[in-house]
């Protein structure tokens, strides 16, 4: 099994223990849709049975520094983020970048329907900005494919960190199991961040 699947729960886990921290600004706008497309995608699939979705402001990211700067090693942060099963998880490197990011979007679901829907709109907004949408990696595990994106105004800093993730058959189309979508919007993130962060999430599980 790819790392990725392990992270992104483990990531999922850890979420809810922050969310239940007082936030900075409670009534914070989330990044405007006509700039970001994939936050109608997400406010379709918020409230549907069957699919998990996480959406994260600037000002719960700025809180979240704060706090992790300010318990820089104490063992604190490490009991905010929770315990995980599996030991080779490093969520870490996303706390890492937590001060340059401006939101962060996820939505996972194994309902077959679900899955093939989110992930054509996904690909639709992709392919409606192919001179926006850089392809950085590309994972083929199996039936599991791993594509990661990012978008860059002058090809150092990143304003945008896509993973797509999906089951798909033998014809390359995505099959009827699951798909995985997250989305950093950034300010001051370079290409090698995200290509690290890349690489951590779909290491080989030991």
């Not at 969310?19 to 994939?38: G, I, R, T, V, W």
């Not at 099963?85 to 979007?105: H, T």
């Not at 992930?119 to 392809?135: A, F, L, M, P």
């Not at 039936?143 to 860059?152: L, S």
Request: aromatic letters at 8%; hydrophobic letters at 40%; proline letters at 4%.
């Amino acid at each position: 099994m790819k790392k990725l699947i392990v992270f992104t729960a483990s990531l999922m886990m850890a979420l809810p223990v922050w969310a239940q921290l007082p936030s900075a600004e409670p009534d914070a706008a989330e990044p405007d849709s006509d700039k970001n497309p994939m936050s109608a995608v997400y406010k379709s699939y918020e409230n549907k049975k069957g699919v998990s979705t996480v959406y994260i402001s600037k000002e719960m990211f700025s809180l979240m520094s704060t706090i992790m700067s300010q318990t820089e090693g104490s063992g604190a942060a490490d009991m905010l983020v929770g315990d995980v099963e599996d030991g080779n998880v490093d969520i870490s490197k996303i706390f890492g970048f937590m001060d340059k990011l401006r939101g962060m979007y996820l939505m996972q679901t194994d309902e077959p329907k679900d899955a093939y829907s989110i992930n054509w709109s996904v690909e639709q907004i992709i392919n409606g900005k192919k001179n926006e949408y850089r392809e950085l990696m590309r994972v083929s595990d199996g039936g599991d494919r791993i594509v990661f994106y990012y978008v860059t105004p002058d090809g150092k800093y990143v304003d945008e960190f896509l993973m797509l993730q999906a089951e798909v058959d033998d014809t390359g189309q995505p099959a009827v199991h699951s798909c995985t979508v997250i989305q950093f919007i950034a300010e001051g993130l370079t290409i090698q961040d995200i290509a690290a962060l890349a690489a951590e999430m779909t290491k080989d599980s030991q």
